[in-house]
């Protein structure tokens, strides 16, 4: 029959599932947990791969220097984790009853790492996590300190907190890759050079890339609507809430068969009119909860083709070749070009017929379509067939 837990036990295995959301917590509830253990030095929660080890908590005799060592080399040679993989992982074992002084003494891992950072005798688990990827939890004692003499009691102890540690480090586990792909997705969407914006029916911006927030102004944090008595630079207007509302599946207060894109045409004073791709999105899966929205695609129309330095990478161009092939793509003349750029004709031909060569081209014609091609594949929008609605503004 099991054990009632003890109410230290209990707040344990409640700050284990906190520190799941806050790795800042791992170091203080395992100094806690040595603790409560009876006499331990030390409580170390080690993460391993196939590819190598990482120090949860790094603290005490496991400073940043042993840590280092550990995750760089020792790990493999870890002479307590080999043994307590050989004895059944998911079950806690006493170093004491399966490794003889000598033995130990005798190892690579006691010379070169133990002896210095004075760990001698532990208390160990090993915790299967994913395939390729385990977790190992040691309590230590120091030399002087003596074998643990309550062994029996401390390893009933850790026992009870297997399943929770086990939990907690999956839990952190699943967020850690959760916040990399959603960081990695920002990054991606903040290095286009296409607006992308997230909105719900009511146009209130839920998220928006540096370059909506270049293209659209500061005010675009919160919504699209024009401020009151504030410049009606950009308005919502009925077309784009109209739009909007497509995408997202609803009409008229009734839900339509299905969410459909379209395209809106925003005109601008003195300036080119900017046209807004709006199309269906989609909520991750276990988020339908979420409240309906979709997304707004926008390019400036002025701003440059492709970059100077996504030219020179995607063309192995110089960096004056680059600037020469971007001042083609926007319609100037070879004779502006060298007038802008200070050389003479003659050189910009000269980088013309290397652009060619490098690009695979004969004809500026050619040249300015393939720019303008990678462009569009760079920026990542779609060239489906839209409903396109001429949008007047309100002034």
């Known amino acids: 029959m099991d054990m009632p837990m003890t109410a230290q036990q209990q707040a344990l295995i409640a700050r284990l599932y906190d ?7 791992w170091p203080q509830l395992c100094r806690d947990l040595a603790d409560a253990c009876g ?20 603290a005490g005799h496991f400073g940043k220097e042993a840590t280092s060592a550990y995750e760089a080399y020792y790990w493999q040679h870890d002479i307590w984790a080999k043994l307590a993989y050989r004895l059944g992982v998911g079950q806690v074992h006493d170093s004491a009853k399966h490794i003889r002084p000598r033995d130990f003494e005798r190892t690579e891992f006691y010379a070169d790492f133990c002896r210095p950072h004075d760990l001698y005798h532990v208390i160990c688990a090993i915790l299967p996590m994913a395939p390729g990827e385990s977790a190992q939890l040691g309590v230590h004692r120091q030399r002087t300190q003596g074998p643990f003499a309550d ?61 909506a927030l270049a293209l659209f102004g500061p005010g675009l944090e919160r919504s699209l609507h024009c401020p009151a008595g504030g410049s009606p630079r950009w308005c919502a207007l009925p077309q784009l809430a109209q739009a909007v509302r497509q995408a997202i599946g609803t009409g008229q207060g009734k839900r339509v068969a299905a969410p459909i894109a379209s395209a809106v045409r925003l005109p601008r004073p003195g300036a080119p009119d900017l046209c807004l791709t709006v199309a269906p999105f989609q909520p991750p899966q276990g988020q339908s909860t979420q409240r309906p929205c979709a997304l707004v695609l926008a390019r400036d129309p002025q701003a440059p083709a492709i970059a100077v330095p996504a030219l020179q990478q995607l063309f192995d161009l110089t960096q004056a070749e680059a600037l020469v092939a971007q001042a083609l793509a926007q319609g100037a003349a070879i004779d502006r070009i060298a007038a802008d750029t200070g050389v003479s004709i003659n050189t910009v031909r000269t980088h013309l017929h290397h652009i060619y060569d490098k690009t695979g081209t004969a004809r500026q014609g050619q040249l300015i379509a393939k720019i303008h091609q990678d462009a569009g594949n760079n920026a990542g929008t779609s060239t489906a067939s839209f409903s396109t609605h001429s949008i007047k503004r309100n002034m």
């Open 19 to 25: 520190a799941a959301l806050d790795d800042a917590l």
């Open 39 to 58: 006499g331990a030095s030390e409580t170390i929660l080690i993460l391993e791969s196939d590819s190598g080890a990482q120090l949860l908590n790094p």
């Open 151 to 211: 062994s029996p009691l401390v390893q009933a102890q850790l026992q009870v907190l297997l399943p929770h540690l086990q939990r907690a480090l999956r839990i952190r586990s699943r967020l850690a890759q959760s916040g990399m792909q959603e960081r990695t997705t920002r990054a991606a969407l903040d290095a286009l050079d296409t607006a992308v914006l997230l909105v719900d029916s009511r146009l209130d911006v839920l998220y928006a890339n540096a370059s």
